[in-house]
């Protein structure tokens, strides 16, 4: 097939980046609106046939000013909740070992996961707040995405502990002391509604400040199980009840686990957050000089960062207005989707 190829120069249009539409929830009191910068990104064929290309079109906004006071509620927030994990941890510890406890000792070590998934949580925060640089050209965003499938494995590793000592304990049942484990119990409830309630004050739609929250949830309800199957206990005498609540505990925090794993997997395998299709037929539908657009890779950075890369065929006719289409396209994009990211490379005929 015949095909000529041409090359239209045109001076790239930057967009004013819009809070409202920021990749990342800035804080809105200290974030400035700035100029993102847009430059052309030569093209290639993918494989493809094309009878025209042109330099490839970005629409991005800016991402210098969160550094400063990056998300600075939810830091706070894991910080609180950090500092009342880690003194109930050591007050355990140092009680146990002062009394001869075990049981509070162990409790007292339980809690240190906790502290763990909070401080990595936190950590996250932090480094992300880090600005893009020639290497990370993204920045560090994902790191909350790996915080929160680290939380998601410990939370995991939890569940299978409670299911081997659930199975061991209705092979070989154990006497519980009842007055002790009781006291624990309620010390870590308190606890652990204190710390879930600060918790949900932050961005639940945030992966990291889920996880977190999740072992706080977990936690919980292990607390409310002890109780309930220690009053229980002391009323019935039947020891089996304890096993049998921590499998149904365990069996609860498994779904919770898969979900938090699943879903940050997903971003770590560069999974789309939207549904491709309906994507294409969006545009397709909105712009009629859009003939056919593929290549299509969507992806998130982090929550509120989609990034989009496409070819987008259009009519010869609207080649004279193809930089004003696809800024169009690109608005439009960030409008409905979300996509704060996007590289769309025209092709013509």
Same mark, same amino acid.
């Given at each position: 097939?015949?095909?000529?190829?041409?090359?239209?120069?045109?001076?790239?249009?930057?967009?004013?980046?819009? &809070?409202?539409?920021?990749?990342?929830?800035?804080?809105?009191?200290?974030?400035?609106?700035?100029? $993102?910068?847009?430059?052309?990104?030569?093209?290639?064929?993918?494989?493809?046939?094309?009878?025209?290309?042109?330099?490839?079109?970005?629409?991005?906004?800016? /991402?210098?000013?969160?550094?400063?006071?990056?998300?600075?509620?939810?830091?706070? #927030?894991?910080?609180? =909740?950090?500092?009342?994990?880690?003194?109930?941890?050591?007050?355990?510890?140092?009680?146990?070992?002062?009394?001869?406890?075990?049981?509070?000792?162990?409790?007292?070590?339980?809690?240190?996961?906790?502290?763990?998934?909070?401080?990595?949580?936190?950590?996250? !925060?932090?480094?992300?707040?880090? $600005?893009? +640089?020639?290497?990370?050209?993204?920045?560090?965003? /994902? #790191?909350?995405?790996?915080?929160?499938?680290? +939380?998601? &494995?410990?939370?995991?590793?939890?569940?299978?502990?409670?299911?081997?000592?659930?199975?061991?304990?209705?092979?070989?049942?154990?006497? %519980?002391?009842?007055? %002790?484990?009781?006291?624990?119990?309620?010390?870590?409830?308190?606890?652990?509604? !204190?710390?879930?309630?600060?918790?949900?004050?932050?961005?639940?739609?945030?992966?990291?400040?889920?996880?977190?929250?999740?072992?706080?949830?977990?936690?919980?309800? =292990?607390? #409310?199980?002890?109780?309930?199957?220690?009053?229980?206990?002391?009323?019935?005498?039947?020891?089996?009840?304890?096993?049998? &609540?921590?499998?149904?505990?365990?069996?609860?925090?498994?779904?919770?686990?898969?979900?938090?794993? /699943?879903?940050?997997?997903?971003?770590?395998?560069?999974?789309?957050?939207?549904?491709?299709?309906? &994507?294409?037929?969006?545009?397709?539908?909105?712009?009629?000089?859009?003939?056919?657009?593929?290549?299509?890779?969507?992806?998130?950075?982090?929550?509120?960062?989609?990034?989009?890369?496409?070819?987008?065929?259009?009519?010869?006719?609207?080649?004279?207005?193809?930089?004003?289409?696809?800024?169009?396209?690109?608005?439009?994009?960030?409008?409905?989707?979300?996509?704060?990211?996007?590289?769309?490379?025209?092709?013509? =005929?």
């Amino acid at each position: 097939m015949n095909s000529s190829t041409e090359h239209l120069h045109a001076k790239p249009h930057c967009v004013h980046g819009d &809070l409202d539409h920021a990749p990342l929830a800035l804080e809105k009191k200290v974030a400035e609106s700035h100029d $993102p910068h847009c430059h052309d990104d030569h093209g290639h064929a993918h494989g493809h046939d094309h009878d025209a290309h042109d330099h490839g079109h970005h629409d991005h906004h800016d /991402r210098a000013s969160h550094q400063h006071d990056y998300r600075a509620h939810d830091k706070s #927030v894991l910080m609180v =909740s950090f500092i009342i994990t880690l003194t109930t941890m050591v007050a355990e510890i140092v009680g146990g070992l002062l009394t001869h406890s075990l049981a509070l000792v162990s409790d007292g070590i339980h809690m240190f996961t906790h502290a763990f998934a909070l401080g990595l949580s936190w950590g996250a !925060i932090v480094l992300a707040s880090r $600005p893009p +640089n020639i290497e990370k050209t993204f920045g560090y965003y /994902r #790191v909350e995405v790996v915080a929160a499938f680290v +939380n998601g &494995l410990t939370i995991l590793f939890s569940a299978v502990w409670i299911v081997i000592e659930g199975v061991s304990r209705l092979i070989t049942p154990e006497p %519980v002391n009842i007055g %002790v484990t009781l006291i624990i119990a309620i010390v870590g409830l308190v606890v652990n509604l !204190i710390t879930g309630a600060i918790l949900l004050r932050g961005d639940q739609s945030n992966m990291n400040i889920r996880s977190s929250f999740l072992h706080m949830l977990t936690d919980t309800l =292990s607390s #409310v199980a002890i109780i309930i199957g220690l009053v229980l206990i002391h009323y019935t005498g039947w020891q089996m009840i304890d096993p049998l &609540l921590a499998l149904i505990v365990a069996a609860i925090i498994l779904k919770w686990s898969w979900s938090l794993l /699943r879903d940050s997997l997903h971003v770590l395998m560069e999974g789309s957050p939207i549904d491709v299709p309906a &994507l294409k037929e969006y545009v397709l539908h909105e712009f009629p000089d859009v003939l056919d657009i593929h290549d299509v890779h969507i992806w998130q950075i982090s929550q509120r960062f989609n990034c989009l890369t496409a070819h987008v065929r259009i009519k010869p006719e609207a080649v004279g207005d193809y930089s004003s289409l696809v800024l169009r396209i690109n608005a439009s994009l960030r409008e409905k989707f979300e996509i704060g990211h996007t590289n769309l490379q025209p092709e013509w =005929s």
